[in-house]
């Protein structure tokens, strides 16, 4: 089936320092979304973007919606230690029947102190 | 909290058997889908529910179906068991007032020995 090409796929950062990841995609999603999964639960969404080039903020966090359509980045910014999880981005489709969510493979996050 | 619950949380079955798993909507929510997460992956679409019918399925086999009942939870089954069923198992719920954004339960944890 279609997959996200999700990068790094793992990250070890110091305290305090900023993170990036991107997720990228052959075809066009009308709606991206980053979740973060900690061990032994399920995602918790992070940030919903819904229109090309819409750059969002929550918190430390910063997303933006590619302008292609294809693509987006999260930034984390002065990591501390509760960061640390498995970011996913996800996108929903333009088109179909079912509202299926495509992931990522992940981005695993350790932030050493 | 997402308002999203899953039952039970960890079952453990053997080959060729059949199991059961539940999941409770977000409140206002109509839509539930279910996803298999593999160790280390990302969560792959199984089916969608939408007014009590089938509304998508991803690429698995006809022994994994489901239901939705009238207060919109939702049911899973799997029959015939294999070894490669065992995952974590997630149940999201969502409406198209709430943008379709899928929120996740905690899933259910699927050993198949």
């Known amino acids: 089936g279609q997959q996200l090409n999700q990068s790094p796929q793992s990250m070890f950062i110091q305290e305090g320092e900023d993170v990036s990841m991107n997720c990228t995609s052959s075809s066009i999603f009308n709606t991206w979304l980053w979740y973060k999964q900690d061990p032994g639960e399920g995602p918790v969404l992070l940030i919903a973007l819904y229109k090309a080039g819409e750059l969002t903020s929550n918190g430390r966090l910063t997303a933006q919606f590619g302008i292609t359509r294809k693509d987006s980045f999260l930034n984390i910014s002065a990591s501390i230690p509760s960061d640390v999880g498995i970011y996913f981005c996800a996108g929903l489709p333009e088109a179909g029947s079912a509202r299926q969510l495509t992931f990522g493979s992940g981005t695993q996050l350790t932030v050493l102190p | 909290e997402t308002g999203v619950t899953q039952s039970p949380t960890h079952l453990i079955k053997t080959r060729g058997q059949q199991v059961t798993l539940r999941c409770s909507s977000q409140?206002?929510?109509?839509?539930v889908s279910w996803y298999q997460q593999a160790l280390g992956q990302g969560p792959q679409f199984i089916f969608q529910?939408?007014?009590?019918?089938?509304?998508g399925r991803g690429n698995f086999p006809p022994r994994f179906s489901g239901l939705q009942f009238p207060n919109y939870s939702s049911e899973l089954n799997v029959n015939a068991l294999e070894l490669d069923d065992s995952a974590l198992y997630l149940c999201?719920?969502?409406?198209?007032?709430?943008?379709?954004?899928?929120?996740f339960g905690a899933g259910t944890r699927l050993s198949v020995l």
């Open positions: 529910y939408y007014r009590e019918e089938e509304n």
């Open positions: 409140s206002g929510h109509n839509t």
């Open positions: 999201a719920s969502s409406s198209i007032v709430a943008k379709n954004i899928q929120y």
